[in-house]
């Protein structure tokens, strides 16, 4: 993998929407792979270069910064007494090493981890580095699970699957429900403040007190790559979770493949603004993970890309301006009219932003465009916008695009460290992993386990991809949908379902967030919608801004709606595209039937399952008011 700045305009204006305005150059590392066709189809991708040693602990980079440079922010959040509160590198390992000799002397082990129920804060990140320097598992679990969920089932499951010896949450009165149903009583509750009903609760405070170990150093020292570091929740086709086992190894290993291919970390300690969930890889891994491992600054974000939440991370982002920035698409489509509207915020954000990064779903031409747009208008060049593939199993940094080359719906090549191997599946291309970053399982899952892997070691992501390219590999590959969410017609047709959900999700915008494909042994397509509330009221601003129903049931939104689908289903090219009846959903996804995760993942067969008979209803020879239906 060569490290080079991006390329010129005239090589990338196509790829980013033929733009005459050139990319900012970045140092980054571009792929560089052997390709091997094999007789029966299965392709395997290698990239060329030797990944560069990692370290052994994570905790090793901590111990770097904290001597480099003791008094850098390592993590602020806002605290609306003092303005920001900041712990710096010294100050982070300090307290990880009394807190880390505080579990230590109640045995807490990967057979008793420590699971910590609230989302992103300091304190949050004090025990999980206090668990990393002590060699204890921890495992962040979504506050949906406890705060959302009504019957706690995902909540209940987890705590018999990791049989915790400890629980953690910052505020022990705000999950004092929670905790009183699901912790068992032999099993101790530790909070930042905050009390439970008929419960002891251990004080951070009280962990933060504990004398230093005399034997932490050699217990910091045995920890190895093998070594557990934490349990990362993703869920399955039951929507029950697995706890992907996360290693030292994979850990470290994933941060010089990061810091190789984002190269331009190399030339300025990252500076980030940051909402992105812990419990989740991107934030928690990857997010996290890059700003420790090359000495920057996380700056959390308590904002959300939502009405009523996007302002928060407006706030944050007129006082930090970030070096790299990540998000999900819905994140930078609500912050487009604040970037729009406000001069000051705009050179704040532009200033000194190296690269942008999105993740989750597909990111709209009009959003992508009105960024380089605004970049450029801010400072002449448009900022590189990066993506990729990869999953909480590969910790999760496998393939990267190029800056050049970026597009919506490219993953790029994988990066250095990780062999792809593409194994041809009903005419699709099927990507699986190997390399140090992958995990080696499912934590009391074996059977789980062995259905992951195939028979040569590499991990089956269950997704498809299709080359850019089919002359020159080098040209990167494509995202091509979910295996198993594919399915046939009752005439035999294969339906793609990920590239046909992101052409009606485009057609339909800004009215429609996602789409469930329905259709499986019918003759015709139809479409489980799911509206997108904010984009809903750009076409009625009277609209209630959480009343699903409202929107679903608008004559106004149905008929933009069906505006939209007519055109959809013009441009259909034969039965396997051909999307001819759809009903707009008034009822929200259910995080508890496992229809959708607590990041807004849509899991389709749940969904599907669950709502059987209306679907049933647009297969009916007369349909209900509420199907629209088309010829």
Known sequence: MSVKPSLSASTDSAARGGSAHPLRAISFGNP???VERRD?????????????????????????????EPNRVFMAERNAARGWRQITYAELLTSSRHIASALLARGLSAEKPIVILSGNSIDHALIAFGALYAGIPFCPVSPAYSLVSKDYGKLGYLMKLLTPGLVFADDAAKFSDALAANVPGGTEIAASWGTVAGRDVTLLSDL???????GLDAVHDAIGPD?????LLTSGSTGNPKAVINTQRMICANQVMLRETLAFLKDEPPVIVDWLPWNHTFGGNHNIGLTLYNGGSMYLDEGKPMPGGIEETVRNLREISPTVYFNVPKGYESLLPYLRDDKALRTKFFGRLHAMFFSGAALSPFVWNSLDELAVAETGFRVPMLTGL??????PFFMSVRPDTSRSGHVGLPVLGNDAKLLPNNGKLEVRAKGPNVTPGYWRQPELTAKAFDEEGFYKFGDALKPADPNDFDAGFDFDGRIAEDFKLASGTWV????LRARFVAACAPLVRDVIIAGINHDEISALVVLDLDGCRLINPTLPSDDLAAAASDPLIRAAFRERFQKLLASATGSSTRITRAVLLDTPLSIDRGEVTDKGSINQRAVLENRSALIATMYASVPPAQVIALN
């Open 208 to 214: 933060l007190a504990t004398p230093v170990d005399s």
């Open 227 to 231: 070594t557990v570091a934490k349990f």
């Open 40 to 68: 029966d189809g299965t392709i395997y991708l290698r990239p060329k270069a030797r990944l560069s040693d990692y370290p052994v602990r994570i905790t090793d980079r901590l111990h770097h910064w904290a001597n480099a």
């Open 390 to 395: 990869g999953a909480t199993e590969t910790s």
């Open 32 to 34: 560089d792979v052997t």
């Open 496 to 499: 793609s379902v990920g590239p």
